[in-house]
């Protein structure tokens, strides 16, 4: 098996064993798995993910304003 060292800083390291530890599992293996995509550090929420397509067809396109004169900022 290789071995890797990576240099984080300390508080990615921090959050790193935290979650590790809430998983359950060393730190090596919780890298190996988030490496490898079998774990999602940041899922969205379900009810984020149903939203998709929920507003085909009701936005309006907004109107092309002119451009401010010149001095109005």
């Known amino acids: 098996m ?3 060292t990576i240099y984080v800083p ?3 390291a921090r959050r790193l064993r935290q979650a590790a ?4 599992k060393s ?3 919780y890298l190996t ?3 490898s995509g079998r774990l999602e550090p940041r899922a969205w929420p ?3 993910l149903e939203l998709e397509g ?3 067809g009701t936005l309006k396109a907004p109107q092309d304003l ?5 001095g109005q900022l």
């Open 2 to 4: 290789a071995q890797i």
């Open 10 to 12: 300390d508080d990615v």
């Open 21 to 24: 530890r809430r998983a359950k």
């Open 27 to 29: 730190l090596s293996a």
């Open 33 to 35: 798995e988030l490496a």
């Open 46 to 48: 379900k009810s984020f």
């Open 54 to 56: 929920s507003c085909r």
């Open 66 to 70: 002119p451009p401010d004169e010149p």
